[in-house]
């Protein structure tokens, strides 16, 4: 028992000298100071050296039009919803189609750079040279980047490089230079110092599509809605905001190309239809007339030309049908081949499926997607295999409404043709000239009828078409960001700073440990104890800070 007591009153912890602990700290200061200075030193030197990166953003809101028949088909095939809008339109914005569109929209052609001490960086969208290309082939030409510099006020340096081989040569302004393939001319600039080197390279728009895709970042603004954030990080902060800009508009017109094609598709078939109609009318009109001359029969009786009006009506919704059953073969032949910009080319507005409307619109989107993705992704991809197996199924229900719509219109289609078997049952019983005359008038009569509604339809889709509007709309451009999020300027100098401070009262207590005339180890126990637990505590409250802040992205 008295051995015990006398080690529980050797604990190092019942008693704490603080006041010693202070001295001891502050009589080597300069220790902590020294590991602060140069702490502080190395992380504005990295910050110096490191390259930053800068972000910005914008936003759009996609116009997704719900009614009762959507609403239907997603309850019919709820195995089947595919992608969501915003993944969906996600994987047009990102494709190459729209990057290379938005990346024609800048200054792409020459890119300049300014040699520093320590970096080289771009200066997009500055254009200190006037540069003029005179022979330029996008497939042959010379992408190595040159050093210009100013040597007076009519002649300057170029340096570059011929395989392996360093070539430096004199040149003046406004002559034509050839390096390789490539040959153009430099006007004389406005200003610059001798001391000054600009770089420049000569680029096509396929070599930003890389970089772009490298740096655009899609996500939902708040989960479940159709307001689309768009995200672009790069090393210049302009060009990050104009190539988002550029791939936001270039987006709105691609979507509303896309939707056009499908009305233009329409058109032409309506096209293809009046040309053969407007050649038959015309034939009739003519062989009506020759034969009423040859037989003087100028009118038909009351009786003959009421049996004429109902065959006329009869014929003319038989002849609208038969369009109808042409357009749904086209349809159906289409999604059996997988087509891109499925169409219904024509729609009487009887008989049609009310959900295969909806279910050719989410089938072309499919569709278009899997053709955008196939330019990134190989055919056996994970990517390709999903919209690929959403694709079989929409697919399938799209065929299905199909089927139902052509057995519908077939059947009208035989209920027309038994009425028109009484109308003429009463005209066989007219004297011969008269059924002669009424079997040329009826062509006649049938294809003007058509031909006219059909001249309504494609004014109704060509009226469509040109109020076609994008289903986006952008709510917030994006702004050139100066501030760089990458590297993190004050965490790493809060690092740089705490490390400098461990670093040099660490020292202190390894000199103190090390002095054999320290006979106080105990309070250098303490001492070690209580940095590790501060250490601890800081570095668990920035644990604590950063997972609140991603809780909170989320």
Same mark, same amino acid.
């Not at 595919?82 to 969906?88: A, D, M, V």
């Not at 089938?363 to 079989?392: A, C």
């Not at 501060?534 to 920035?542: D, G, H, N, Q, V």
């Given at each position: ?33 020294? =590991? ?30 719900? #009614? ?52 080289? =960086? ?36 170029? #340096? ?24 153009? #001319? ?32 899609? #996500? ?169 197996? =959403? ?26 043709? =038994? ?136």
């Amino acid at each position: 028992m008295e051995e015990n007591e006398k080690i529980v009153t050797k604990l190092p912890n019942q008693e704490i000298d603080y006041f010693k602990i202070g001295k001891i700290l502050i009589s080597r200061w300069y220790w902590i100071a020294g =590991s602060l200075f140069i702490f502080m030193l190395w992380s504005y030197v990295y910050l110096w050296y490191t390259p930053k990166t800068f972000a910005t953003s914008g936003t759009m809101k996609l116009e997704e039009k719900k #009614s009762e028949i959507s609403d239907l088909v997603n309850v019919m095939s709820t195995s089947d919803r595919g992608p969501s809008k915003i993944q969906s339109e996600t994987s047009v914005i990102q494709s190459p189609t729209v990057i290379l569109s938005a990346i024609k929209d800048i200054d792409y052609d020459i890119s300049y750079y300014i040699e520093g001490r320590v970096r080289t =960086s771009e200066i997009y969208p500055l254009k200190p040279l006037d540069i003029q290309t005179i022979q330029f082939d996008s497939l042959n030409f010379y992408r190595d980047i040159i050093t210009f510099k100013a040597l007076n006020k009519n002649s300057f340096n170029l #340096s570059y490089k011929v395989g392996a081989k360093e070539v430096s040569k004199s040149h003046k302004y406004n002559t034509p230079i050839t390096i390789g393939p490539t040959t153009f #001319s430099i006007k004389p600039p406005d200003y610059i110092g001798n001391s000054t080197l600009y770089l420049f390279k000569f680029n096509i728009p396929e070599d930003f599509i890389g970089r772009v895709r490298g740096g655009l970042r899609t #996500s939902e603004m708040v989960k479940n809605s159709n307001i689309l954030l768009l995200q672009q990080t790069d090393a210049n902060p302009q060009f990050a905001a104009d190539v988002l800009n550029a791939i936001m508009r270039e987006y709105l017109i691609y979507d509303r190309n896309r939707k056009t094609q499908s009305a233009t598709q329409m058109i032409n078939f309506i096209d293809d239809q009046l040309k053969y109609l407007s050649g038959a009318v015309k034939g009739s009109e003519k062989s009506i007339l020759e034969f009423k001359q040859k037989n003087k029969l100028m009118e038909v009786s009351s009786s003959a030309e009421t049996a004429l009006s109902k065959a006329k009506d009869i014929e003319s919704q038989q002849a609208i049908l038969k369009l109808q059953l042409i357009a749904i073969e086209q349809l159906r032949d289409q999604i059996d081949k997988e087509k891109n910009n499925v169409n219904l080319n024509f729609n009487a507005g009887s008989g049609i499926d009310p959900a295969l409307t909806t279910l050719i619109e989410r089938l072309d989107n499919l569709l278009n997607q899997r053709y955008e993705l196939l330019k990134t992704y190989n055919y056996n991809s994970q990517p390709i295999q999903d919209i690929n197996r =959403s694709i079989l199924q929409l697919k399938g229900n799209a065929l299905n409404s199909i089927n139902t719509t052509y057995t519908t219109v077939k059947r009208n289609l035989d209920y027309l043709t =038994s009425q028109l078997a009484v109308v003429n049952k009463q005209i066989s019983i007219f004297p011969v000239a008269e059924r002669d005359l009424i079997a040329l008038n009826r062509p006649y009569e049938v294809n003007e009828k058509v031909l006219s509604f059909l001249s309504e339809k494609k004014l109704s889709a060509q009226i469509s078409r040109a109020g076609i509007l994008p289903g986006a709309t952008i709510i917030e451009k994006a702004q050139a960001n100066f501030s760089p999020i990458s590297p993190d300027e004050h965490g790493i100098r809060r690092s740089a700073m705490m490390f400098g401070l461990a670093t040099g009262l660490g020292l202190i207590i390894l000199i103190r440990l090390l002095n054999p005339y320290i006979y106080d180890k105990e309070t250098i126990f303490n001492i070690i104890v209580y940095m590790i637990i501060a250490i601890s505590l800081y570095y668990y409250t920035r644990y604590q800070d950063k997972a609140i802040s991603v809780n909170a992205k989320n």
